[in-house]
């Protein structure tokens, strides 16, 4: 049976149950992030895989991540996973589109992770007047000084909720490109630098189609990630209701961390190693998606940074210094869901992006890694 190094008190006790999302300390009671991963059948190669790495939690990034979760875990009932990798893409300095039904908690999500870093946060409440100068700023006439003045928009925040970003009209939602790709909007010819770390978080409804416009294929390779929410199991539900009848837990949140601790992790993050068969690995699977049949529009070698920084971003939250293929597996669904289009007769013959990524995943041969410890 393995043993954990709890994070907090530093005691070692026995992990007996692996499968699970996060441990418990027997001895301080605090949870301690374990490795995820995304299929059954490799749950069976976690012990080992714990025996040759670091265990988890005990670098400042892990740290960081492990108080971030759990502080959104407070407003947020029943939803590990989906926070998890919410910090995964903040930390991997991308970008979230969340797309789900109403009342998920989509937009608290936003708020608590703004809450819990203590960073500037707007929210931009997208409909289909919404014009470009609305989102970026515009130049206005000061009769005192008889010059244009540029008055900064919504953009210029450290963490922007767009609200229902497909009931923007496809001119309004461009002007969010430069600012998702360079960190940066030009405006009347004068480029302005977006104050780090800028993170984006847009939802959308995908069951409601009228006043509403798709977004561009090109605006959704911009997307580090897809995730949906989903409905709370019922015991969550409950808990969830016991809370907010005192008042919502929002309004209680503190910070639990500094913009400067997460630009350290951004930076860590872009420290771990990634082995050359993890990268070929990487490639072989975008390739793939490329080749295969059902797929009209494969990954393109965006999608392949973005599988490659998730999983260093995965690794550094579960306290590694490496990428292993297992992370890549994890993270590839949420990578790259979003990305690939299918071929109509695929469509027509009720062909899933999802099952065509399940295929690939499941086919694609996984390199052997050798065993290997450090820290970051």
């Not at 597996?329 to 990578?335: C, M």
Request: aromatic content about 6%; overall charge neutral; charged content about 20%.
């Amino acid at each position: 049976m393995p043993s954990i190094t709890c994070a907090y008190c530093g005691k070692p006790f026995a992990a007996v149950n692996l499968s699970e999302k996060n441990l418990v300390c027997p001895h301080c009671g605090s949870k301690n992030v374990v490795p995820l991963r995304q299929t059954a059948e490799v749950q069976a190669a976690v012990a080992q895989e714990l025996a040759a790495r670091r265990q988890p939690g005990d670098t400042p990034t892990a740290q960081i991540a492990a108080k971030l979760i759990a502080n959104i875990e407070k407003v947020i009932v029943g939803k590990y996973n989906e926070i998890l990798l919410t910090v995964m893409a903040y930390f991997a300095d991308g970008h979230v589109l969340l797309e789900d039904v109403p009342g998920v908690a989509k937009t608290m999500l936003a708020r608590a992770l703004s809450r819990s870093v203590g960073c500037d946060f707007k929210r931009l409440q997208c409909t289909p007047d919404l014009l470009p100068n609305d989102i970026t700023g515009s130049s206005i006439f000061n009769p005192k000084t008889t010059e244009f003045e540029f008055r900064p928009g919504p953009v210029f925040t450290q963490i922007l909720l767009a609200d229902e970003i497909n009931r923007a009209t496809p001119r309004a939602q461009a002007a969010l490109l430069e600012a998702m790709a360079e960190r940066k909007v030009t405006a009347d010819g004068v480029n302005y630098e977006l104050t780090p770390p800028f993170f984006l978080i847009a939802t959308q409804n995908p069951i409601d189609h009228e006043g509403t416009f798709p977004l561009p294929e090109a605006q959704l390779d911009r997307f580090l990630a897809r995730l949906s929410l989903g409905y709370p199991q019922f015991e969550n539900e409950v808990a969830m209701l016991h809370r907010l009848k005192a008042g919502h837990p929002i309004e209680a949140l503190e910070s639990v961390a500094t913009v400067e601790e997460i630009l350290t992790c951004q930076s860590a993050v872009r420290q771990i190693h990634a082995d050359e068969k993890v990268i070929r690995y990487i490639v072989q699977l975008i390739q793939a998606t490329r080749e295969h049949y059902d797929i009209r529009l494969g990954g393109s070698p965006r999608a392949s940074m973005s599988l490659l920084r998730c999983a260093q971003s995965v690794a550094a939250i579960q306290g590694f210094d490496f990428v292993t293929p297992d992370d890549v597996k994890y993270v590839a669904p949420f990578v790259l869901g979003h990305r690939l289009i299918l071929r109509p007769e695929s469509r027509l013959r009720k062909i899933t992006v999802q099952s065509v990524l399940e295929e690939i995943l499941k086919t694609a041969p996984v390199p052997q890694m050798e065993s290997t410890g450090g820290g970051q």
